[in-house]
Nanobody
Framework: QVQLVQSGGGFVQVGGSLRLSCVAS????????MRWYRQAPGKQRELIAS???????NYADSVKGRFTISREDANNAMYLQMNNLKPEDTAVYYC???????????WGHGTQVTVSS
C-alpha cells in the first residue's frame, strides 16, 4: 500500500506562484507515470501534468508554459511548480501514481489552491 502526502496549496493572488509537493511513503522508482490532476467546483477531475520514470513530461494546454512537473526519486517526491496563476486555476489538486506491474493506482488526499483576483 502506497500513501501519498500532499502539501503546498493555499491562497495566492493572480500572477502569483505556488509549489505543490507529493511525497510517497516509499520508493517511487517503480512509479510510471506520476501525474497531477485537478478538480474545480462543479467540474470533472482533469489531468494537467504527467511525468514518466525517464523524465518525459506532458501538460494540458491550459497549464502549458506556466506549470512544471518534476520528480526527485531520491526524496520519493513529485512536485508541481505553478507560475502566473489565474483564477481559473482554482481547484483541488491531486497527485496520482501508477505502478505498472502489478497494476496499481494511488491518489493523494488533495490540496486546495485558490487564486484570488
Amino acid at each position: 500500500q502506497v500513501q501519498l502526502v500532499q502539501s503546498g496549496g493555499g491562497f495566492v493572488q493572480v500572477g502569483g506562484s505556488l509549489r505543490l509537493s507529493c511525497v510517497a511513503s516509499g520508493s517511487i522508482l517503480t512509479f510510471n507515470p506520476m501525474r497531477w490532476y485537478r478538480q474545480a467546483p462543479g467540474k470533472q477531475r482533469e489531468l494537467i501534468a504527467s511525468i514518466t520514470r525517464g523524465g518525459f513530461t506532458n501538460y494540458a494546454d491550459s497549464v502549458k508554459g506556466r506549470f512544471t512537473i518534476s520528480r526527485e526519486d531520491a526524496n520519493n517526491a513529485m512536485y508541481l511548480q505553478m507560475n502566473n496563476l489565474k483564477p481559473e486555476d482554482t481547484a483541488v489538486y491531486y497527485c496520482n501514481v501508477i505502478i505498472p506491474k502489478p497494476p496499481q493506482e494511488y491518489w493523494g488526499h488533495g490540496t486546495q489552491v485558490t487564486v484570488s483576483s
